[in-house]
């Protein structure tokens, strides 16, 4: 009787956790911005989130196959750094619905900010702040139609 009872808190304990990690990895894919001038992927690494920028309207320089470098940074080391594929989402943790503790680059303007994102109706709301969250501005993104014809 013991043994059954063990076995059914195991397989209880089990699947809690592995609906935990769907739940978490829900965000992972690509990712169309509001504007629908930018396309990021976010992947997993470890325990971590991150986000690479996989397309934009102005990527690439005139020749179409050169990618623009990240000019804007605020960090001159890296303004000669290409921007396609550049994470632009860095080090988010998965807790209770809110993947948070990360930040958010904007290659436009060169800053980072503190960001926290959550899937709200199958949107991405992404919240970047300075100091508090409250103090953000949110940002809904969206899946890339499946036949969509972007890079």
């Not at 860095?90 to 800053?111: A, I, Q, R």
Request: proline share 2%; hydrophobic share 35%.
């Amino acid at each position: 009787m013991y043994q059954i009872i063990i076995l059914l808190l195991f397989t209880l304990f089990s699947n809690a956790a592995n609906a935990q990690t769907q739940s978490a990895d829900e965000i992972l894919g690509e990712w169309l911005s509001e504007e629908k001038d930018s396309r990021i992927e976010i992947y997993k690494v470890g325990s971590e989130y991150f986000g690479k920028l996989l397309w934009s309207e102005n990527l690439f320089e005139s020749d179409g196959v050169t990618s623009r470098k990240d000019v804007q940074n605020t960090n001159e080391k890296l303004r000669t750094r290409n921007l396609h594929n550049v994470n632009i989402l860095h080090d988010f943790v998965y807790e209770d619905g809110l993947w948070d503790n990360g930040k958010m680059y904007d290659p436009k303007s060169g800053k980072t900010y503190n960001c926290l994102l959550k899937i709200r109706k199958k949107l991405l709301e992404v919240r970047s702040y300075i100091g508090i969250p409250l103090l953000g501005r949110s940002t809904y993104w969206e899946r890339p139609a499946k036949n969509s014809a972007q890079q």
